[in-house]
């Protein structure tokens, strides 16, 4: 019901920022919870953060707390991460997601809980 891309990823050094935006297709964006989550090689999909179909809250996995900030524009259907202060180990593809039926805090973080995914942005953190 909802299309999601990414962009804005790529190859950046220790301590640099980049903002990955997340547009997505649909006739009631407002109406999702979008979240970011990331995945390393070898690993499995992790939180990175959150946040509720108005923005009024926002999650973050302790990882990236203070680094990362998490916003949406619902006029433009759009969601964005932006990361400053990055570490190498912040490299992973960094996947977009959404789903309208979340709404109890711990269910944010959870990749079983979205119903729709983009393809992923690769961000590269060299050191």
């Known amino acids: 019901q909802v299309q999601l891309l990414e962009s804005g990823g790529g190859l950046v050094q220790a301590g640099g920022s980049l903002r990955l935006s997340c547009a997505a297709s649909?006739?009631?964006?407002?109406?999702?919870?979008m979240g970011w989550f990331r995945q390393a090689p070898g690993k499995e999909r992790e939180f990175v953060a959150a946040?509720?179909?108005?923005?009024?809250?926002?999650y973050y996995a302790d990882s990236v707390k203070g680094r990362f900030t998490i916003s949406r524009d619902n006029a433009k259907n759009t969601v964005y991460l932006q990361m400053n202060s990055l570490e190498p180990e912040d490299t992973a593809v960094y996947y977009c997601?959404?789903?309208?039926?979340?709404?109890?805090?711990?269910?944010?973080?959870?990749?079983?809980?979205?119903?729709?995914w983009g393809q992923g942005t690769q961000v590269t953190v060299s050191s």
């Open positions: 649909g006739r009631t964006f407002s109406n999702y919870a």
């Open positions: 997601a959404a789903d309208r039926l979340i709404y109890y805090r711990g269910s944010y973080s959870k990749p079983t809980e979205y119903a729709y």
């Open positions: 946040i509720t179909r108005s923005g009024d809250s926002t």
